[in-house]
């Protein structure tokens, strides 16, 4: 079982340079979310995601795009990377709802540094 | 603006100990709360979720509780040993807008486990 998957795990970016992170889940689920995580601080929520053809913006969305075609597929673009985007970026899934009983599943992470 | 914070931010124990990681939180208003694992170049896996309703959840060796009341959970590790070490993240489960949900992640407390 996949869960979710992110792909590249590292990237090395120069500044004003694009790029996208893929991120794709097979559990059906219905939410999708996109946090980064610096140093010593807890995770931040970019953008997130409550179904295919709806995102919204979370904490930290400036410089961050995201769009949602398919359930499984919610890919994040950085335009115009810039070196306070150095960061690892995780992609979760969750199932929607308010059942408590429902868990948050993440990716492995990518590494990102711009330079 | 619920806010989750972790004390210690570091914990270094000898081998065999039993020991017990803090998460607050400060508004009461959850739906779950989750303790996840997160070792070094990974992501986040989950160790126990404990529903609004619930008290405590016990996993092995873990054993959560939490006190909606008060803002708290305790992780409690018996007998750790060194496989313990990593960092540990607790977040909670609120409601961002009606029908929406959002995760919000504590710093973290990173562990060491000294044979």
């Known amino acids: 079982n996949a869960g979710v998957t992110q792909t590249p795990k590292f990237r090395i970016l120069k500044i004003g340079q694009s790029m996208t992170l893929q991120c794709a889940q097979d559990?059906?689920?219905?939410?999708m979310y996109w946090y980064r995580q610096d140093p010593g601080m807890g995770l931040k929520l970019i953008y997130y995601?409550?179904?295919?053809?709806?995102?919204d913006k979370g904490e930290v969305p400036n410089g961050y795009n995201v769009s949602r075609s398919t359930t499984e597929d919610f890919p994040l673009r950085l335009e115009l990377a810039a070196p306070s985007q150095t960061s690892v970026y995780f992609c979760?899934?969750?199932?929607?709802?308010?059942?408590?009983?429902?868990?948050?599943?993440f990716g492995e992470g990518s590494w990102l540094t711009v330079v | 603006k619920q806010e989750v914070t972790q004390i210690p931010a570091a914990l270094s124990v000898p081998e065999g100990e039993n020991l017990v990681l803090n998460c607050s939180f400060t508004d009461s208003a959850i739906y779950n709360l989750q303790w996840f694992r997160q070792d070094p170049g990974k992501g986040l896996t989950s160790l126990l979720l404990?529903?609004?309703?619930?008290r405590e959840q016990t996993s092995g060796r873990l054993n959560a509780s939490l006190d909606k009341s008060s803002g708290r959970s305790t992780l409690y590790i018996a007998a750790s040993q060194p496989g313990d070490s990593a960092t540990y993240l607790c977040?909670?489960?609120?409601?961002?807008?009606?029908?929406?949900?959002?995760?919000?992640f504590g710093t973290g407390t990173r562990l060491k486990v000294l044979a």
């Open positions: 559990m059906n689920h219905n939410y």
């Open positions: 404990i529903q609004s309703s619930q």
């Open positions: 979760a899934s969750s199932s929607p709802g308010r059942n408590s009983g429902n868990t948050i599943y």
């Open positions: 977040a909670v489960k609120g409601e961002m807008t009606s029908g929406t949900y959002k995760y919000i």
């Open positions: 995601s409550v179904g295919a053809g709806i995102t």
